[in-house]
Every structure is written in structure tokens, then in C-alpha cells.
């Protein structure tokens, strides 16, 4: 009798994310069918109501795993700007005030750090992953990519900020990566890679 594959669903609305936490979780072998929050329309989407990534990750995962009866994962993620005191952090997918507009984001932040030099540009992009079992059971672990922030936007790939940091030791940004060079480095990649044996275990 075969198995069947088992589920574990991606609490998130967002295509890019989607398509970036497969590639990741994929590459170890994790052997899960993995479904976005899509799958699943008729789930009101989670207010993010936690004060860091952690809490609103687990905020998310909990829902869609009482929700759906499934393992979820979920992550919070965002730029965290050294001269800005840490924001957006949280809000950065809401920083211009509309949640997602991630060219309004940008410009507005690339704004307020007009008058600010290279040397004093640092920044990271942070992401905490969360998973969470249906009987209750949790796991977050977190991931940094640190970096300088760019005056100008470069590159087309990735989302977000992505144009405008520059990760350490690199000469391009972020969306001037290939997927697979930006997943070995992410926040996100480092995070998932890290929750991936727990899914594992888990799961097992």
C-alpha cells in the first residue's frame, strides 16, 4: 500500500514566498508536499499582532494548524535598518502604509536614508520560522543576513528590499542574485534550513 505524501502547509498568501520557502525546503529533502495558504481560501488571513518576528510567525502557523489540521510552517521576516533604531523591522511590508507595496516601502525608506553615508548604512534582513503542530506543539528558530543598504535600487530578481542590500562580502544586492545564490545565504534560507530537521522529526 502506498503512503501517502504528508502535508505541510506554507502560512503565507504571498507567491514569492511561496516559491522561495519550496526551493528552500525542498533542498533538504524533506520529502512533504508543500501548499500555500491559497489552498486554503476560505481561512481568514492572521492579524500580526506580535511585537517581533517570533510572535507574529508563531501567530500565523498556530492559526492555519488549528485551522487546517495540518503542520504549518510560517515565518515573519523584515529589514532591520542599524541608524533607524532596528525599523522597520516588524512593519516592513507595511512602512509606507499600505501592507505589500513594496515600491512605496522602498522609496520611503530609501527617503530617510538620503542623507545618511555608506559607512553608517548597515543593515539586516531578519526572519523568524515557525512551525506548528495541531496538538499544540511549537518550534521558532531565527536567521540574519546582514548587509548595506544600497542609495540606489539594483537587480530585478527577489522582492521586498531586496534591491537595496548589499549582503556582506558580496558586490551585487540581494535582487541581483540567482534564487539558488540568494537561498544559501537568506535570512530565510538560514532559518528554514535550521527548522527543517524539526519538521523532521516532527513529522515523523
Not at 506580535?50 to 495540518?70: I, S
Request: net charge negative; proline share 6%; hydrophobic share 45%.
Amino acid at each position: 500500500m502506498t503512503v501517502p505524501t504528508p502535508r505541510l502547509v506554507l502560512a503565507t498568501r504571498n507567491a514569492h514566498k511561496v516559491t522561495e520557502l519550496r526551493a528552500i525546503l525542498a533542498d533538504t529533502g524533506l520529502g512533504v508536499e508543500l501548499v500555500g495558504a491559497d489552498a486554503y481560501p476560505h481561512i481568514p488571513d492572521v492579524k500580526e499582532t506580535g511585537v517581533t518576528f517570533a510572535e507574529n510567525a508563531l501567530l500565523k502557523a498556530e492559526a492555519l494548524a488549528t485551522a487546517t489540521g495540518l503542520p504549518t510552517v510560517a515565518d515573519d521576516s523584515g529589514l532591520c535598518v542599524d541608524v533607524l533604531g532596528g525599523a522597520p523591522g516588524i512593519f516592513s511590508a507595511r512602512w509606507a502604509g499600505r501592507h505589500g507595496d513594496d515600491a512605496a516601502n522602498l522609496s520611503l525608506l530609501l527617503a530617510q536614508l538620503a542623507d545618511i553615508d555608506t559607512p553608517h548604512r548597515a543593515a539586516h534582513f531578519a526572519c523568524a520560522a515557525a512551525l506548528a503542530l495541531p496538538d499544540g506543539t511549537t518550534r521558532v528558530v531565527e536567521g540574519r543576513l546582514r548587509g548595506t543598504l544600497r542609495h540606489t535600487p539594483a537587480g530585478t530578481s527577489g522582492f521586498g528590499y531586496d534591491p537595496v542590500l548589499q549582503p556582506e562580502g558580496h558586490t551585487v544586492t540581494c535582487a541581483q542574485l540567482t534564487a539558488e545564490q540568494k537561498n544559501a545565504i537568506s535570512h530565510r534560507g538560514i532559518a528554514f534550513r535550521e527548522l527543517a530537521p524539526l519538521v523532521a522529526q516532527l513529522l515523523r
